[in-house]
């Protein structure tokens, strides 16, 4: 099959939602599909000459970086990386699927690929990035959805669109995340990912962590992040910008316990990897996290907006060790059981139209 994913932009730095949809283009090329990865300057069509000429000037620079357009991951030789101005169907690669990967992108390719050969992977409910109703028009376009999680699949039914949607849970990276240090021995550490904007919950990841810091002083943490390190971050935190895989790894093994404190996930990548290195995590009740997070079974769950039940999580976990070492090691056992070769799997046959067996779908 010929496959074009049509991304909203493109991202020098380390982010999910590419992350995967380049996971899924290498695999894809690896079982011989010719696949191409389309970054568009912008969304919208130039507003005026001038915009349309720096679209222009923007979209060389892309395509002078080659396979450097997103830096921080390794691609496959066949994948086709492609850069346009704006995603109009005369600028897109021939294609036999054609799938969206952002509200933004799910009208382009409802209008370029129609009923049949339009696709819309939803990794998230993307509120926090469009108006609502904007948002939820676009799910209700005639693409077939392929959803990342339970929630995302409960809100499809919502919109009346059971019908046209598919549940293919992402896969982890068994290779690059795994358990190192034993957690029985890694101390009174914390981790956690730092993110810009309200939805991420960094206020009250702060809040929280002062919280437990206040409690029992010989607690420390271990943050990282893609903005340079924020000043609001007390000096018994540390901090690493844009760690690369063996750095990520090392921290995360270096923790007891990880804390989630977004608000609103389509999966929630950096808890699950820390749960594949042997972390015990509290998170929020986010949506997505709900596939890998049982509260008591393989994780805490709390509520969001509370960093009072996000600190009383971490402290639970800190001085009840056999709790924390019977979740890090269900988690961590729930965490494989999601494999990128069953996804892309799943994902390919729904790509070929084709609806899965009761023992094929998933988890």
């Not at 080659?66 to 691609?75: D, K, L, N, V």
């Not at 049949?116 to 959805?145: A, M, N």
């Not at 965490?335 to 390919?348: K, N």
Request: overall charge neutral.
């Amino acid at each position: 099959m010929r496959i074009a994913f049509l991304l909203p932009g493109q991202s020098r730095r380390p982010a999910g939602g590419f992350k995967v949809v380049y996971e899924y283009a290498n695999r894809l090329a690896r079982r011989g599909h010719t696949v191409s990865v389309v970054h568009p300057w912008d969304c919208a069509p130039p507003r005026s000459p001038r915009a349309g000429l720096d679209a222009r000037l923007g979209t060389l620079r892309l395509r002078l970086r080659g396979r450097g357009i997103a830096p921080w991951f390794e691609f496959d030789p066949g994948v086709d990386l492609r850069a346009v101005t704006y995603p109009a169907a005369s600028k897109l690669p021939g294609f036999d699927a054609l799938v969206a990967t952002a509200w933004h992108t799910a009208p382009w390719v409802a209008a370029a690929a129609g009923e049949g050969r339009g696709f819309y992977l939803i990794q998230g409910y993307e509120t926090w990035d469009g108006e609502v109703e904007r948002v939820r028009e676009t799910w209700r376009l005639p693409l077939r959805k392929v959803v990342i999680s339970r929630w995302l699949e409960e809100i499809a039914a919502e919109l009346g669109e059971a019908s046209r949607t598919s549940r293919v849970p992402i896969g982890m990276d068994l290779d690059r995340f795994g358990v190192d240090l034993p957690p029985a021995g890694r101390g009174r550490r914390l981790g956690a990912v730092l993110s810009p904007g309200r939805e991420k919950g960094g206020e009250d990841l702060l809040a929280a962590l002062e919280a437990v810091r206040g409690r029992d002083p010989s607690v420390s943490a271990s943050l990282f992040g893609t903005v340079t390190r924020p000043a609001e971050l007390p000096g018994w935190v540390d901090y690493t910008r844009l760690p690369d895989d063996a750095s990520l790894r090392a921290l995360y093994n270096s923790c007891a316990v990880f804390l989630q404190a977004s608000r609103s996930e389509g999966w929630g990548l950096p808890a699950s990897e820390a749960m594949l290195c042997g972390c015990a995590l509290v998170t929020v009740e986010n949506g997505g996290s709900r596939e890998y997070a049982v509260d008591g079974e393989t994780a805490l769950v709390v509520p969001p907006r509370d960093p009072a039940a996000l600190a009383a999580g971490a402290i639970r976990l800190l001085e009840d060790e056999p709790l924390r070492l019977r979740l890090a090691e269900a988690g961590e056992r729930r965490l494989r059981t999601f494999t990128w070769e069953r996804s892309v799997e799943q994902f390919e046959r729904v790509l070929e139209g084709a609806t899965m067996d009761a023992g094929e779908r998933p988890l």
